[in-house]
């Protein structure tokens, strides 16, 4: 690996050298932001879930208090609306159910859920909201960005390295002027060769 790499040319070895740091620094960048946008992605359902089951325990605390499974059942069938909620449930007290929804139908076997829970109050503890859902809009959402992300940052890495080759001239133009002027010293034992050329 060091003799391929020292048999290049220097102009190559700049911009091997510069090819490797922007792409590792963009790579970093781009596993903060997805893993960042995952975890914020998860929190967000996990919020947006718990203010669902908070408002559906109010909503059926009159049902869960007299034992009316179709009121329950009603109040339940509205969370349809929410396409991430695959299964509602109603329980007693005693945690028996009142009542049990379920949406979307068939879910692959690998599929992420998501549980949340309330407690339905009147003053005290009478039963509890619990609802899952799937984890697939924002693992959908993630796969997008990153796809995104991918094409984004091998963009930057293609404008980058194009900016870089023009620059690296510049850098390396004298460097080599540097090494030629050694190697005609080396050659010719006159060492006022090397002001000359510089």
């Given at each position: 690996m060091i003799k391929w790499l020292t048999a290049l040319r220097i102009r190559a070895q700049l911009m091997l050298v510069m090819g490797v740091a922007i792409g590792m620094a963009l790579l970093i960048a781009g596993a903060?932001?997805?893993?960042?946008?995952?975890?914020?992605?998860?929190?967000?359902?996990t919020?947006?879930?718990?203010?669902?089951?908070?408002?559906?325990?109010?909503?059926?605390?009159?049902?869960?208090?007299?034992?009316?499974?179709?009121?329950?059942?009603?109040?339940?069938?509205?969370?349809?609306?929410?396409r991430a909620i695959v299964q509602a449930e109603l329980?007693?007290?005693?945690?028996s159910p009142l009542a049990s929804e379920r949406f979307g139908g068939m879910r692959p076997p690998d599929t992420?859920?998501?549980?949340?829970?309330?407690?339905?109050?009147?003053?005290?503890?009478?039963?509890?909201?619990?609802?899952?859902?799937?984890?697939?809009?924002?693992?959908?959402?993630?796969?997008r960005q990153l796809e995104m992300l991918g094409v984004v940052l091998a963009a930057a890495l293609l404008l980058t390295l194009t900016a870089a080759a023009s620059l690296q001239e510049i850098v390396s133009r004298p460097i080599t002027a540097l090494a030629s002027a050694a190697a005609q010293v080396a050659r010719s034992r006159d060492c006022l060769l090397v002001f000359v050329a510089h």
């Open positions: 903060v932001f997805a893993i960042t946008n995952y975890q914020s992605g998860h929190r967000a359902l919020q947006r879930l718990q203010t669902q089951a908070d408002i559906t325990a109010i909503n059926s605390s009159a049902a869960v208090a007299f034992d009316d499974a179709e009121a329950a059942t009603r109040t339940l069938k509205g969370l349809s609306a929410d329980l007693r007290a005693d945690g992420k859920f998501v549980e949340v829970s309330a407690d339905v109050m009147l003053p005290q503890r009478i039963g509890s909201v619990r609802l899952r859902a799937t984890t697939a809009e924002v693992d959908a959402t993630i796969a």
